[in-house]
């Protein structure tokens, strides 16, 4: 019986998507292979890296230029007044402790933007993706700001890999929610940074390894790896070494090439204890 094994990869903002990338690129370089994972779960910025990994892994370096211009989108909302940068504060701090909360900040993610259509989202993120089908074991996280429930979206759900990153990285009070499908959908974030937990709703009783990448930190991480520990995968969770001081940081165009080069030098640090733990997981039958 084969294991399965599962990529999540976190949320941070377009200064998430340079370091993550980064970091990919180099552990992919030094001979980890994205074939290896069946399912691949991102959540926010880590939907956008995991459209890359998945579909053109050899694009992961382009990734920190790309997140420019979406990062100096972001600089500019926030000189004009656009949004609520406090609402994204209470975000990333983790106000949303359950389905109700999480409803909560979507109802205050659409008072503060309007919610856009799907033809307006694809628009959003068309342009930075690759070219092609959405691939089978690629799964992007939003939240359902009606109900507060998160949904990871896969290809057989019928909307665009497009509309479904927007929906992914709408976060609130610094992008639009988007209304596709019947509802309204808000960044993955607004549940937890990583949603590590969803691969257990994806996967089988074929319990393999998850690695865990998470620009930003966040106080759902332990008890999702608890989770999937206590149904037996094996579980590592890297984190991003501290390079950026506030939130905001995270939308900063002056960050992007901090977090390329942070991310680049902790794939060097930690390749080898990476490798070891991979090598003694659970094995292909």
């Not at 290809?155 to 509802?183: F, I």
């Not at 690695?211 to 984190?239: C, K, M, Q, S």
């Amino acid at each position: 019986m084969t294991s399965m094994n599962a990529l999540v990869l976190g949320g941070g903002g377009p200064v998430g998507v340079a370091w993550t990338s980064a970091l990919l690129h180099e552990l992919v370089s030094s001979g980890l292979s994205p074939a290896e994972f069946e399912v691949v779960l991102g959540t926010s910025a880590g939907s956008v890296v995991g459209a890359w990994l998945t579909m053109q892994p050899d694009g992961l370096s382009t990734l920190p230029r790309r997140m420019l211009d979406r990062a100096e989108w972001h600089a500019r909302n926030t000189e004009s007044g656009y949004g609520d940068r406090e609402l994204l504060r209470r975000v990333v701090a983790g106000s949303t402790r359950d389905a109700e909360s999480a409803r909560s900040i979507g109802r205050a993610a659409i008072a503060a933007i309007p919610p856009i259509p799907a033809e307006q989202a694809e628009a959003l993120w068309s342009a930075t993706l690759p070219e092609g089908p959405w691939p089978e074991r690629l799964r992007v996280t939003s939240v359902d700001a009606g109900t507060g429930v998160a949904k990871a979206w896969s290809a057989t759900d019928g909307s665009s890999l497009a509309a479904a990153v927007s929906c992914s990285t709408a976060a609130p009070g610094a992008a639009p929610p988007v209304a596709l499908a019947g509802s309204v959908w808000v960044d993955g974030a607004v549940r937890s940074g990583t949603n590590a937990d969803l691969v257990l709703d994806i996967g089988s009783a074929r319990r393999g390894r998850v690695l865990v990448l998470a620009p930003l930190p966040n106080g759902n991480l332990a008890r999702e790896e608890t989770i999937l520990v206590e149904h037996g995968y094996h579980v590592t969770v890297i984190t991003a070494e501290p390079f950026y001081g506030t939130v905001a940081d995270l939308m900063n165009p002056r960050f992007v090439k901090i977090a390329e080069t942070a991310g680049a030098q902790q794939a060097g640090a930690v390749a080898k204890d990476l490798a070891t733990w991979w090598n003694a997981g659970p094995r292909r039958t």
